[in-house]
C-alpha cells in the first residue's frame, strides 16, 4: 500500500495536490476537513459540535477525527492506499494514525509537506473565501488564528515524521504542476 500524508498549513495547496495524487496513483482520499463539513452539511451531533469549534478557527478533539478516520479505513479494506490531508494534526492524531495503520499491518509511507509563508497563506486564503463559501476563509483574524493553531499543535507532527525518516519538503510556491511533479518523485522515491 501506498500510505501518504500531505502536510502544511491552511492555505497550502493540499486540496489542489490531493485531486492530482489521486488521479495517478489511484489513492483513496481522507480529508478531516472534508468529512467534518459533510458532517456539518447533514446535520450531525457531532457536525452541530465540531462546526461551533471551525467556526472560531480552532481543531476539533483528537478523539472526533480519529474516529472519523478509522471508520474511513474499514469502509476502505481494498483500497490500494491513502492519502491524508489534513490529518494527523497533532501528535496524538499521528500516533492513533501510527496504530491504526499498523492494526492492519500498514504503515505510513511518506509524509510531503507543502511549505507556503504565512503572507502567502494569507492572500490565498483571503481570495479562496471570495468564492468557497467556507466562513472560515472570510475573515482574515480567524485565518491568522488557524495558521497560530498550525504553528503551535501541528508543526511537531513533522518532527514526529522526520524522526522516522519519512518526511519530505517541497516548496508550495510556483507552478501547480511543477511542484506535483515533486511531490511525484517524493512518492516514488518512498
Ligand atoms: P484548512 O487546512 O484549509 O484549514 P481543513 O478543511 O483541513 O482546512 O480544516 C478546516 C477546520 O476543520 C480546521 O480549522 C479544524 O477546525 C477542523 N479540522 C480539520 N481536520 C482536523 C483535524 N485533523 N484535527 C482537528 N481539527 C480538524
Do not use: C, W
Not at 492494526?103 to 507556503?116: F, H, K, Q
Amino acid at each position: 500500500m501506498l500510505n501518504l500524508i500531505l502536510f502544511g498549513p491552511p492555505g497550502a495547496g493540499k486540496g489542489t495536490q490531493s485531486e492530482k495524487i489521486i488521479a495517478k496513483y489511484n489513492l483513496i482520499h481522507l480529508s478531516t476537513g472534508d468529512l467534518l463539513r459533510s458532517e456539518i452539511q447533514a446535520g450531525t451531533e457531532l457536525g452541530l459540535k465540531a462546526k461551533t469549534l471551525m467556526d472560531q478557527g480552532i481543531l476539533v478533539p483528537d478523539e472526533v477525527v480519529i474516529g472519523m478516520i478509522d471508520n474511513k479505513l474499514k469502509e476502505h479494506r481494498d483500497a490500494a492506499g491513502f492519502i491524508f490531508d489534513g490529518f494527523p494534526r497533532t501528535v496524538k492524531q499521528a500516533e492513533a494514525l501510527d496504530n491504526l495503520l499498523a492494526s492492519y499491518n500498514e504503515g505510513i509511507s511518506v509524509m510531503v509537506a507543502l511549505s507556503v509563508d504565512d503572507d502567502e497563506l494569507l492572500a490565498r486564503l483571503l481570495n479562496r473565501g471570495k468564492t468557497s463559501g467556507r466562513p472560515d476563509d472570510q475573515n482574515e483574524e480567524l485565518i491568522a488564528k488557524r495558521i497560530q493553531e498550525y504553528n503551535s499543535k501541528t508543526k511537531p507532527v513533522a518532527d514526529y515524521y522526520q524522526k522516522q525518516g519519512k518526511f519530505v519538503a517541497i516548496n508550495g510556491i510556483g507552478e501547480i504542476d511543477f511542484i506535483f511533479g515533486e511531490i511525484s518523485n517524493a512518492i516514488e522515491a518512498a
